[in-house]
């Protein structure tokens, strides 16, 4: 299977090939044998040649917020039939998002307030899960709706945190 992704806004070439034991995975052609198996929604757990990874990953519209050891960011599958006939395949995020929290932890910043006007990947909240600080990023370009916590809240895996519309 290929795919046209784009990771922190930047366009990448996927390839993804079932092999004998697992996947393969071959990123702008960097081969690499992947083995995944989710171990509860949205949980992953990766063995990426011989190193461990517990994803997280969350549906954002049409995008996939994912994250892995301190890394928060947002990534689009594109749909190659849509780039042929438009304007190159932008993802023109549109609508209100409530970005929720990736993991279970502890709210050490609120990096936005009410009204205030954000772009995609600009840090919202800083959640603290096992003892490793991880900003949150916005999904989308636009103006913060709402901030659903407070600095020192304790927040569960999925619950919102911002409101971005």
Not at 30 to 45: I, L, Y
Not at 46 to 57: K, M
Not at 67 to 81: C, I, K, Q, S, Y
Not at 140 to 155: C, F, H, I, P, W
């Amino acid at each position: 299977m290929k795919l046209e992704v784009k990771v922190g806004g930047e366009p990448r070439r996927l390839e993804l090939r079932q092999a004998e034991n697992g996947w393969e995975c071959r990123l702008e052609g960097d081969r690499r044998k992947v083995d995944a198996v989710e171990v509860a929604p949205g949980v992953f757990s990766l063995l990426l040649e011989g190193e461990s990874f517990t994803v997280h990953v969350e549906r954002v519209e049409d995008a996939y917020r994912v994250h892995t050891r301190g890394a928060d960011l947002v990534a689009a599958v594109e749909n190659p039939r849509r780039w042929a006939g438009s304007s190159g395949g932008a993802l023109g995020r549109t609508g209100r998002q409530e970005v929720s929290a990736p993991m279970p932890g502890k709210i050490v910043r609120v990096l936005v307030a009410a009204s205030q006007a954000v772009e995609v990947g600009q840090g919202l909240v800083v959640v603290e899960a096992m003892k490793m600080q991880n900003e949150i990023p916005s999904p989308k370009a636009g103006v913060v709706e709402q901030v659903l916590v407070r600095e020192g809240d304790t927040v569960e895996h999925g619950q919102g945190l911002v409101v971005v519309a």
